[in-house]
């Protein structure tokens, strides 16, 4: 038993490290598991001292009136081995709605903080296969996706922290037993019976039953699951990555083209997925299958909300909005100087007559600046494209259908118009309409420079 622990352990980190030592963080919380994997690094350590260096830190949940007793022992522990020890103190009392949640984040942000200010190169942590299945078990019960039933991986990251999960392969009775062998005793932190807690639930009476029920370990086959779904999330992961990587940021949020891409139905649903993911625009199973039907067959301009935004669909290419910008009802004048209208800043300066300036596209306004030269009559100023097309044929509305604009963009710039029905449009990247009366030497050239951000105003230098 001690050999084969002994064995797991250098395996793992005969993977992990080189032949210097790398600063590791042990979470100790002084029960079996962690306390079997505190004893078993010390005996790595001592044989190989060129590859890994230890400490110890200790988070007290104050969920019991012995709590503080018990990190002071693990404070002798770790002094009486010669280990740096680090430790904090929560206060569930404060706290409020799913405390095993909070506490676990507050867990993790400690050991970020800690890795951070003294360099530890990861957190190992004690879970092992029954941890494992209980994950299994509660993500599969929650309705999770098929790559999310990963669970636990051997090696993970919370941001910037690397997780490392040795025991893995490790059932909890063969930690329990070579603690026993070695007459150690662990904590027994009753919090882990109590019913209150559906950790506890699963590993009390749902497990338990299940393997009861099925005459046999029913661990074995959720890890052999949680590794499958590793498996195929690896595989999303290096599939998906470089169409993810085209992805393009602006302003009001990120885009992502997928017209010149074909790929089956099951990849493009993950990637919309992973995209919003990417984004942090969580959507609900549903959202995200009307969102792959609505990509699969080419729809146009359909939207799907959650809290923090919406994911547009048009023309397979995929939209990811947490704001817009704003546009006033009054018109600019087209006079030199800087200005603001609605959420743009815009610069108006003349521009010498006969230098060409290519036109902008709508994928210059979705990254929030761009500069156009336009031959404009005089009076023409800029104003919103829906004040604009009031009462005016739809060559605008034909003009973006044609240059495949995104429809929900087609109101975001300002248009250059004139009394007499002369008007520019930013958009298409090509389009020039002139009223039929017009006379091009009464014209003068304008440089117009759009920036997004602004703050909401209108006409204000």
């Avoid at 662990?186 to 919090?191: G, I, L, M, P, R």
């Avoid at 603001?340 to 979705?366: K, L």
Wanted: net charge positive.
């Amino acid at each position: 038993m001690a050999d084969a622990l002994r064995q797991v352990v250098e395996h793992f980190f005969h993977t992990k490290t080189a032949c210097h030592p790398q600063k590791v963080l042990l979470a100790l919380s002084g029960g079996p598991d962690s306390l079997a994997l505190f004893y078993l690094l010390l005996d790595y350590c001592r044989r190989w001292p060129q590859r890994l260096s230890l400490a110890v830190a200790h988070v007290d949940h104050c969920w019991r009136p012995v709590s503080g007793a018990e990190a002071a022992v693990l404070c002798q522990l770790a002094d009486s081995c010669g280990l740096p020890y680090h430790s904090c103190a929560l206060a569930p009392e404060q706290m409020s709605g799913n405390k095993e949640a909070l506490c676990r984040q507050l867990r993790l942000e400690f050991f970020h903080d800690i890795c951070h200010q003294y360099g530890y190169a990861a957190v190992i942590l004690g879970h092992h296969a029954d941890d494992q299945a209980e994950t299994v078990i509660k993500r599969l019960c929650e309705g999770s996706h098929l790559d999310e039933l990963a669970a636990m991986t051997a090696v993970s990251r919370y941001g910037e922290l690397k997780l490392w999960r040795p025991l893995l392969c490790c059932r909890k009775k063969q930690l329990v037993e070579w603690l026993t062998h070695r007459n150690i005793i662990a904590f027994d932190d009753v919090t882990n019976r109590d019913e209150r807690f559906l950790r506890s639930r699963l590993r009390g009476e749902l497990l338990p039953t299940l393997s009861h029920s099925f005459g046999k370990q029913i661990h074995i086959p959720l890890c052999r699951l949680a590794k499958e779904a590793e498996q195929l999330d690896n595989y999303l992961t290096e599939t998906l990555a470089p169409y993810l990587q085209g992805a393009q940021k602006g302003p009001w949020g990120t885009a992502l083209d997928l017209t010149e891409i074909s790929l089956q139905p099951f990849l493009e649903y993950h990637l919309i997925r992973r995209f919003c993911l990417c984004c942090h625009l969580p959507l609900s199973r549903s959202a995200l299958s009307g969102a792959a039907e609505l990509l699969g067959r080419g729809g146009v301009g359909k939207s799907f909300f959650s809290g923090s935004g919406s994911l547009v669909i048009d023309r397979r290419r995929l939209f990811v909005l947490h704001s817009r910008p704003f546009l006033p009802d009054y018109p600019l004048p087209l006079e030199e100087g800087r200005w603001s209208y609605g959420s743009w800043a815009v610069g108006v300066a003349s521009a010498a007559e006969g230098v060409a300036r290519p036109f902008p596209c709508w994928r210059d306004v979705w990254c929030g600046h761009f500069t156009v030269r336009v031959c404009c009559p005089p009076q023409a100023v800029l104003r919103g494209a829906v004040e604009g097309m009031r009462g005016i044929d739809r060559r605008l509305d034909k003009c973006w259908s044609s240059a495949k604009v995104p429809s929900f963009m087609r109101y975001w710039v300002p248009i250059a118009a004139a009394t007499d029905g002369w008007q520019q449009e930013f958009l298409s990247g090509s389009s020039l309409f002139t009223s039929s009366g017009g006379s091009s030497s009464s014209c003068h050239h304008l440089d117009i420079t759009f920036a997004a951000g602004c703050k909401e105003g209108v006409g204000h230098k």
